[in-house]
Each structure stands twice: as structure tokens, then as C-alpha cells.
């Protein structure tokens, strides 16, 4: 194996093995001091399930980074560190003792304008969709804090159901982390990489656990959420360096859509619900996709696998169309119309099979029969190794 690629992956396994450390540590604090998060009329749960997880995850990912010298030399990294160690108090203060909608999305929009101004960088390149290249100054700074502050929200909001938040942030990790390889940016490369070996400890226990069940919490799904917005910014910034990548008629903004494709796409249904509904749009409810895999017969993890599922073929749909020669307008209009079906149009679909009672509802209650996985005995094995750890 070469000494670079020993170098790459290296952060990602020392991230692996800083969260599995401190995991149980972590645990028992939240146990010790009663932070947890109770079951009631939204919630999933039927018990209390301690919820300092992202507290775990970020020490995971800090260790990968500080061991890493690309990363410790690079200019860029304490900023990163910086957005991110911030939201993480913010949402665990949000664990504990609960703030208000208004005021979070206040310091996010705040954490957002200082990462552009301390890291100067901004979605400010369209990089050829509907012709356009560099845009505005000012229009660059308002379209970076829309993007960002619901990127940060959209993960926040998926957080439901066990394995799918912290699935689909591995997942999403991996595939920036594969785009920032192929571009030839590595300090990037390393920061997405380290992100996701962080997460699988935590995804393991959160899906497996019994004892060692937590939650991620808001301080994991704002941090997790920061970090891909950071991505999607890097990328889009006219500075990163993918005009090689771009010139081959790959969709930069297609790309990163199609990774976010179905949390950015499910929030802007339930969003767009609750205003049509005239009910604030933070209100909370029980209308996300999530909770209507599991209102038809699908359990956690069939629910995490089936949405992890439908975002992977919108990114695979979309490579498709890249290497068919699609425009990057084209790429654009297929990623967001796949978005639309697999959110909009099936919630729809899904919700009117459940009143009407039909046989489709049959036919997914027979797959979601399949996808019950944690009635098989290899299950509860997984389960008895990973409570061990």
C-alpha cells in the first residue's frame, strides 16, 4: 500500500477508534447525569435513551484530524473545527435544556456568516448551470446562508429512527470524501473520511446496541449538518480548484443536490406542508418520511435502510446521466425530479394506500415484513458483540 494512500486512511481508522473509546465514557455521563431524551407523542422511542452521541462523533473526528500533519498544517482547519465545536454547544445545549427554534436558527445563520468571512469562501459559481459562472458578490452570501442553514436543518430533521441520521451522514462522508479524492483535494478528502470513520461506532451501538444505545442528539445533527454544508461550500466555491472535473461536463451543483437529494427534499415538503397548513414551519409533527415508512409496517432499521436506498439511487441516477453525456442543466432537472418522486410523489402515493387500505398496502407491508431484520437470530449476536465493546 502506498504511503499516500496509508496517509488518507489512516485519520479515518484513528477517528474509528477515538469515538469507539470514548463512546462508553460518554454514556455513562449522559446516564449519570439524566440526559436523555423521553418518549411521547412524536417520538419513536417507548423508553428514555441517553442523547450525547454527537458529543462521541466530534471527539472521534477531532482525533482524526489532529492526527493527521496535511490537516494540522492546513490554514483552513481550525476554522472548520471552530463552526463545528459550535454548534456542537449549541445543540447540546438544546439537548439538555431545550432553546427555541428562532433562536437556533439564529446562531446558525451567525456560525454561517463568520465560517464565509474567516474561511472567505462561498457558493459564488455556478459552474455552468443555465450558463452562469461567478455570480455576485452579495447574491453569493445570501444563497451561502440559505443553502447552508438548510442543509444544517434538513439532517437535523431526519433524525428519527435509529441508524438513519448517522447512516446517512456516513454514507454522504464517504461520497464527498470520494469526490474530493478524485479532484485531488486532500485535506478535504481527510476531513470527510475521518467523519466517517467516526460515525460507525456511534451508527453500530445506535443501531445495535441495547445497553449502549444513544442517540445522536441536535449537538450530533447540527455538527454533522455544519460539516456537510462546509463540503457542499468547498465545492462550490470558485476557488476549489474542479474546473478539470467540470470541463469533462460533470454537474458540480447536480452532484452535491443529488448526495443531499432526499433530506433537503423531504424538508422542503414538510416546510411547505406546515405553510400551506398555515402551521409554523418548525412545528413538529409526525409527517417526515420516516415516519411514514414506519406507518407502513417498516421497522427502524427497514425504515433507515429503505431511505438510505432511495438517496443512493438518486446519486447512481444522476452518475448515470453524467456519464450518458447529459447536459449539466439536464443532470440538474433529473436529480430534482427523482427527488420529487421518491419524496413528494410516494408520501402521497403511501398516505392515500394507508386510508383507502388497498393492496398495494399489502405489498409493502410484505417488504417491510422482509426488511425486519432484528427478528433474525443473527441479530441479537450483532447485538450481544456490540453491547460488549
Not at 164 to 191: D, E, H, R
Not at 333 to 352: D, P, Q
Amino acid at each position: 500500500m502506498s504511503e499516500n494512500i496509508v496517509n488518507i486512511i489512516l485519520p479515518a481508522f484513528l477517528a474509528f477508534a477515538g469515538t469507539l473509546w470514548i463512546h462508553p465514557k460518554v454514556l455513562n455521563i449522559a446516564i449519570l447525569k439524566n440526559i436523555v431524551d423521553n418518549p411521547d407523542a412524536r417520538k419513536l422511542q417507548r423508553n428514555p435513551v441517553p442523547v450525547l452521541g454527537g458529543v462521541a462523533v466530534f471527539f472521534g473526528i477531532i482525533i482524526g484530524l489532529c492526527c493527521s500533519p496535511a490537516m494540522l498544517n492546513n490554514a483552513h482547519t481550525f476554522i472548520f473545527i471552530a463552526a463545528m465545536l459550535i454548534m456542537l454547544y449549541i445543540g447540546t445545549t438544546d439537548d439538555i435544556i431545550g432553546l427555541s427554534p428562532s433562536i437556533r436558527f439564529l446562531i446558525e445563520i451567525i456560525v454561517v456568516a463568520w465560517f464565509m468571512y474567516a474561511n472567505n469562501s462561498s457558493i459564488n459559481c455556478f459552474w455552468g448551470l443555465w450558463g452562469i459562472g461567478a455570480i455576485p458578490l452579495w447574491v453569493s452570501y445570501a444563497l451561502t446562508i440559505f443553502a447552508a442553514v438548510g442543509i444544517i436543518n434538513a439532517i437535523n430533521l431526519i433524525d428519527g429512527v435509529n441508524g438513519l441520521s448517522s447512516g446517512y451522514c456516513f454514507m454522504s462522508s464517504v461520497l464527498f470524501a470520494i469526490f474530493f479524492y478524485v479532484t485531488g483535494n486532500q485535506p478535504m478528502t481527510l476531513f470527510a473520511l475521518s467523519a466517517a470513520g467516526a460515525i460507525i461506532p456511534f451508527f453500530l451501538h445506535n443501531v445495535f446496541g441495547q445497553s449502549t444505545k444513544m442517540f445522536i442528539g441536535d449537538g450530533g445533527t447540527l455538527v454533522i449538518g455544519t460539516m456537510l454544508a462546509m463540503f457542499v461550500i468547498n465545492i462550490l466555491d470558485v476557488k476549489s480548484g474542479c474546473n478539470l472535473i467540470v470541463a469533462k461536463g460533470l454537474g458540480l451543483i447536480p452532484f452535491a443536490l443529488a448526495v443531499l437529494s432526499i433530506p433537503v427534499s423531504d424538508t422542503l415538503r414538510v416546510m411547505s406542508t406546515r405553510f400551506i397548513n398555515k402551521k409554523p414551519i418548525f412545528y413538529p409533527d409526525k409527517t417526515h418520511l420516516h415516519h411514514m415508512f414506519i406507518d407502513l409496517g417498516f421497522s427502524h432499521i427497514g425504515t433507515t435502510i429503505s431511505i438510505l436506498s432511495l438517496n443512493f439511487i438518486v446519486v447512481a441516477i444522476w452518475f448515470l446521466s453524467y456519464k450518458l453525456g447529459a447536459s449539466v442543466d439536464a443532470q440538474l432537472y433529473i436529480v430534482v425530479a427523482t427527488s420529487f418522486l421518491f419524496t413528494f410523489v410516494f408520501y402521497w402515493y403511501a398516505k392515500r394506500q394507508i386510508e383507502k387500505n388497498t393492496k398495494a398496502l399489502a405489498t409493502f407491508k410484505s417488504i417491510a415484513k422482509i426488511l425486519h431484520i432484528e427478528k433474525k437470530g443473527i441479530w441479537h449476536t450483532i447485538q450481544q458483540m456490540i453491547d460488549k465493546l
